[in-house]
């Protein structure tokens, strides 16, 4: 079982930074492939960014990449998404999530696990 927490959302102008922090609970973290995920009302949840258990892989939906980076630290048992450039387009809930079924990484139903989500608003 995996408890996620996500913190970090907040308002901020176009261009500017946030870093999201997603924080688990239980022993089998390290276990599991980890994902952001996002949400507009208006739309389904997309894949944002995903990381492998050791950190090596990494990988991107393609409008994010160069300006978000996920990272995770298995010590502290943490997740992170560094999001810079900030666009009006990337306003969402966002979600963490564990993987918990084989397949792609990018979609929603191979994670068992979420977390309650945090708002990420960006002003023009």
């Known amino acids: 079982q995996v408890q996620l927490v996500e913190s970090g959302g907040g308002l901020v102008q176009a261009g500017g930074s946030l870093r999201l922090s997603c924080a688990a609970s239980?022993?089998?973290?390290?276990?599991?492939?980890m994902g952001w995920f996002r949400q507009d009302p208006r739309k389904e949840r997309e894949f944002v960014a995903a990381i492998s258990w050791s950190g090596e892989d990494t990988y991107y939906k393609d409008s994010v990449k160069g300006r978000f980076t996920i990272s995770r630290d298995n010590a502290k048992i943490m997740m992170y998404l560094q999001m810079n450039s900030l666009e009006p387009e990337d306003t969402a809930v966002y979600y963490c999530?564990?993987?918990?079924?084989?397949?792609?990484?990018?979609?929603?139903?191979?994670?068992?696990?979420w977390g309650q989500g945090t708002q990420v608003t960006v002003s023009s």
């Open positions: 999530a564990a993987q918990t079924r084989a397949g792609s990484y990018g979609s929603a139903y191979n994670y068992g696990y």
């Open positions: 239980g022993r089998t973290f390290n276990n599991y492939r």
